[in-house]
């Protein structure tokens, strides 16, 4: 079934650790993105990349990082959490890099990080 | 960047009532998506509607972009339409801003 899959689903993290969130697309879209959504806050956008080899800031990039060394595959990566990183995590991907048309996503990654 | 404001916050309506979400923008977009997130989380893209008028099933939405709004109607709810809406907006090459969204609960 083609579409975007998250891993993992959720997971709980002492404070200073690494982590890594997996996504990876069977749809072979240009175009993928990472948002974090909070409540009251919306879907916010971390990180995003038009096309494999390349990335690019969103709204709040402090504290993550990503690589795109292949179409599919898009990880975001805490270097070392902070309780301010708990939130649920999205992401999603576009055929076209200006995210026109439908933007299929991911099932979400819950994060707690104590 | 764009800004992007939805009203209502909260929408709670009895079964086979009908609604109107609203979504407003602070600037010229290319790029305007509808968005439902079920109870459990899920993201459901419904329509991507920079201008125009575009209808599927009980849903239809309408962007008025000269006006900067954009509005979805649900007609004849169900408890299934329960969830959150989010309106995304984007112009050129900057990438969607998504508003708050509006929390529809449907009773039965």
């Known amino acids: 079934i083609a579409g975007i899959t998250q891993a993992p689903t959720s997971q709980i993290l002492a404070a200073g650790r690494r982590m890594t969130l997996r996504c990876t697309q069977d749809?072979?879209?240009?175009?993928m993105y990472w948002y974090r959504q909070d409540l009251g806050l919306g879907l916010r956008l971390i990180h995003y990349?038009?096309?494999?080899?390349?990335?690019g800031k969103g709204e709040v990039p402090d504290g993550y990082s990503v690589s795109r060394a292949n179409t599919d595959d898009f990880p975001l990566t805490l270097a070392s959490a902070v309780p301010s990183q708990t939130s649920v995590y999205f992401c999603a991907s576009s055929e076209d890099p200006s995210g026109a048309n439908v933007l299929p996503f991911g099932a979400g990654s819950r994060l707690t990080v104590l | 960047g764009i800004q992007v404001e939805q009203s209502p916050p909260d929408l709670i309506l009895q079964e086979g009532a009908n609604s109107t979400l609203r979504c407003n923008f602070s600037?010229?977009?290319?790029?305007l998506q509808w968005f439902h997130q079920n109870p459990w989380g899920q993201l459901i893209n419904l329509f991507y509607i920079p201008s125009g008028t575009k209808q599927n099933g009980r849903l239809s939405a309408t962007t008025v972009a000269t006006e900067r709004y954009s509005l979805l109607y649900i007609s004849s709810s169900q408890t299934t339409d329960s969830g959150v809406y989010f309106c995304?907006?984007?112009?050129?090459?900057?990438?969607?801003?998504f508003g708050t969204g509006t929390r529809l609960t449907i009773i039965p």
């Open positions: 995304a907006a984007g112009f050129g090459n900057e990438k969607l801003t």
């Open positions: 600037d010229s977009v290319n790029n």
């Open positions: 990349s038009n096309t494999a080899g390349t990335t």
């Open positions: 749809m072979r879209h240009n175009a």
